[in-house]
């Protein structure tokens, strides 16, 4: 066998096998930014959730979900009281973006996919006072990694 087939080779082998889990998940109503740290991959989302997410009721709101790490790009999902149909009209937006860093050897890069799901159009219910928002990001055949805030609704 070659070298550059041996090569070949082991990198399909280690994007196949290899699964990372996601390192950070947030909740917020505006962008977050992702910072770096002094080691590659010592990342951090700026602000982090908040412990209540206040809404009034039928007034149209942003609600994001984002997600740092994971390998292959995991699927998050948003629920309100473990419900994943969202109120009736609302609209949902995903993306995504690959980083790569200097690792810590020569020729390694370290790979980091930032991913986020969101809704400028959230319209809180009277019975949404009081649930429970969840953020879910999943890896496939690794546990999911959950992020969960309180919704506070005010009449209008």
Not at 26 to 41: M, Q
Not at 43 to 52: D, G
Not at 90 to 111: C, E, H, P
């Amino acid at each position: 066998m070659r070298k550059s087939e041996l090569y070949e080779s082991l990198f399909t082998f280690v994007s196949v096998c290899v699964k990372a889990r996601v390192k950070i998940i947030r909740i917020s109503t505006r962008p977050l930014r992702l910072t770096s740290g002094e080691d590659a991959g010592d990342q951090a989302l700026n602000p982090p959730s908040p412990a209540v997410v206040r809404l009034v009721e039928g007034r149209p709101a942003t609600l994001r979900c984002t997600a740092v790490g994971g390998y292959p790009q995991p699927s998050l999902q948003v629920l309100v009281d473990d419900r994943v149909q969202l109120a009736p009209g609302t609209s949902m937006s995903t993306g995504s973006t690959v980083t790569l860093q200097d690792g810590a050897g020569r020729g390694l890069r370290l790979v980091t996919v930032t991913c986020w799901w969101w809704t400028v159009n959230y319209r809180a219910r009277p019975s949404d006072d009081g649930a429970q928002l969840k953020c879910l990001a999943a890896v496939p055949g690794l546990p999911a990694v959950i992020d969960t805030v309180q919704l506070s609704v005010d009449c209008e």
